[in-house]
């Protein structure tokens, strides 16, 4: 008695259409088709809202920093005479 195998196919069709992809990838350098103008646009529109973010995030870290260092000093308590 055989054992069945027909399991693996699915398996082993997954495995050759990575194998299939990676060597396209390595056939063109690794870099990415040439995509259309809108794509183009909207990944322009995407960096520059990245680098809006990143300013943003920045800058709410140096007032956070801020904030510790206010919070970090030790004052004196106030005593009575």
Known sequence: MQPDLTPLI???????????????H??????????TPQLEERLES???QLTALQGELN????RLDFAERMLAQTREPKRLE
């Open 46 to 48: 995407v960096e520059q």
């Open 26 to 35: 390595w056939r063109t350098g690794g870099q990415l088709p040439a995509g």
């Open 59 to 62: 800058d709410t870290q140096e």
């Open 10 to 24: 699915p398996v082993a069709a997954i495995i050759m259409f990575g194998l299939v992809r990676i060597a396209r």
